[in-house]
Every structure is written in structure tokens, then in C-alpha cells.
């Protein structure tokens, strides 16, 4: 499968732990963005990399937020001190520079106890 | 920042009409505009996109419409089928590092 995969598909935690979820792009593409959509609602844009680099951060993010793309390749978000308003689908999506297309991964889905 | 009004929330039409969802932006400099569509539990995945140097684009039974002077663009189904049945996404982008500004997406019931 050459598209974009998220890694785990689905993950309970319990209020207060911490969560990491990754993401790896379409291999030739550099762009790479983290979407968060709940339920009945579209996706919400939270990050954004060029190659390694972190162009664009959300107001939506709190500091418990973070996202990392240390190679320029596959990226991780990680959510600290998890709240049950942290519940919703965490979508991955990658682009290709110049060319504006999203093609998006499968989500991580995420429920907070 | 951008934001897209979607509406209607949901349309049920008969199989083989059409179906008509429509989209308007707010940020004049957003240059492209694709559509989603989401079956239930699967990720969004892109059925038609518009740049905004063109005022319509089609691909067999979809077609999109933009008019940048309204700050409006439709989505377009004709001959509806059973399996067009999902949640639609329209967004909008002005091509930097904003990413995507969804729509609140259209619920498409095509009644058999």
C-alpha cells in the first residue's frame, strides 16, 4: 500500500496519560499536516511540516499538543495529560510541494476515559 | 483566518437525480477548493478538485463550479447512485501553510 498510513488505528486511554500517534506519508511527498475531526464535524487543521520543518502551528493546539518530523519522513503527534475533550479521529494527511492535493491516511481514532 | 459555510446538512434525493451541495469561503485570497468524500469509519478521500484560474471542472458524473466574485463553489452529482451515499467535504485553501478549511460536510441519502 503506497498510501498514507497512521499507526495504531485506534487507541483508549485514561484521562491524564499521555498518547503518541505517527504517521507516514506518501514517500515522495514533503508535505505533511495533522487534521483532528469529532463527530458530525469536518476536519480541523492543527500542524503543519515542510520536510522537517514545522511551518504552521493552530490556535486550536494547547501546549499539551506536540508534533515532531525529525527526518523529514514519517511524524508523530503526541498528546499529554489527555482529556476526554481529546476524543475525536487524528487525521494525517501529505501533499506533494507545489502541488496542493491532501491525500489523507485512515486516522487514529481516539477515546479518553 | 478562512471559513467555508456548507449547506444543506443533509440531502436525501431519489437514485439517478441529481444532487446539488454548495459551499461559500470568506478569505479572498483561498485559491483552491477540493471536495471529499467520507463513508462511514473510512478516511476522507478526494473526488473533485478547482483551482481558482477555472470556473468549472468535470469528471463523469461530478462536476465543480466557482464563482470567485460570490466566493461560492458547488458540487455537482448527477445520475445518482447507491454508493454515492456518504458525508461530503468541501474545503478551501489559499495554498500556504494554513492547511485545509473544511465545510461542517452535507450527509447525501440517495433513496432507492
Known amino acids: 500500500d503506497t498510501g498514507v498510513s497512521q499507526d495504531p488505528r485506534h487507541k483508549i486511554t485514561k484521562r491524564g496519560q499521555n498518547v503518541t500517534f505517527r504517521c507516514d506519508p506518501i514517500?515522495?511527498?514533503?508535505?505533511l499536516y495533522w487534521y483532528r475531526q469529532t463527530l458530525g464535524q469536518g476536519p480541523e487543521f492543527l500542524t503543519y511540516?515542510?520536510?522537517?520543518?514545522?511551518?504552521?502551528k493552530s490556535r486550536l493546539l494547547s501546549d499539551r499538543f506536540s508534533a515532531e518530523r525529525p527526518k523529514g519522513s514519517f511524524s508523530t503527534l503526541e498528546i499529554q495529560r489527555t482529556e476526554q475533550g481529546d476524543s475525536a479521529m487524528y487525521l494525517c494527511?501529505?501533499?506533494?510541494?507545489?502541488?496542493?492535493?491532501?491525500?489523507f491516511g485512515p486516522g487514529t481514532r481516539l477515546l479518553v476515559l | 483566518g478562512e471559513n467555508v459555510e456548507q449547506h444543506p446538512s443533509t440531502l436525501s434525493v431519489q437514485e439517478g437525480d441529481s444532487a446539488v451541495i454548495k459551499c461559500t469561503y470568506s478569505?479572498?485570497?483561498?485559491?483552491?477548493f477540493p471536495w471529499y468524500k467520507q463513508e462511514l469509519g473510512k478516511r476522507p478521500q478526494l473526488i473533485i478538485d478547482?483551482?481558482?484560474?477555472?470556473g468549472e471542472k468535470k469528471d463523469q458524473r461530478i462536476a465543480v463550479t466557482l464563482n470567485k466574485t460570490a466566493k461560492h463553489f458547488s458540487l455537482h452529482i448527477t445520475e445518482t447512485q447507491p454508493e454515492d451515499s456518504a458525508v461530503y467535504f468541501c474545503?478551501?485553501?489559499?495554498?500556504?501553510?494554513?492547511?485545509?478549511?473544511f465545510g461542517k460536510g452535507t450527509h447525501l441519502i440517495i433513496q432507492p
Open positions: 494527511a501529505s501533499s506533494l510541494q507545489g502541488w496542493e492535493t491532501q491525500y
Open positions: 514517500s515522495e511527498h514533503n508535505r
Open positions: 511540516f515542510q520536510n522537517e520543518a514545522q511551518l504552521e
Open positions: 478569505d479572498s485570497a483561498s485559491n483552491y
Open positions: 478547482i483551482r481558482s484560474n477555472v
Open positions: 474545503a478551501a485553501s489559499n495554498g500556504g501553510a494554513d492547511g485545509l478549511t
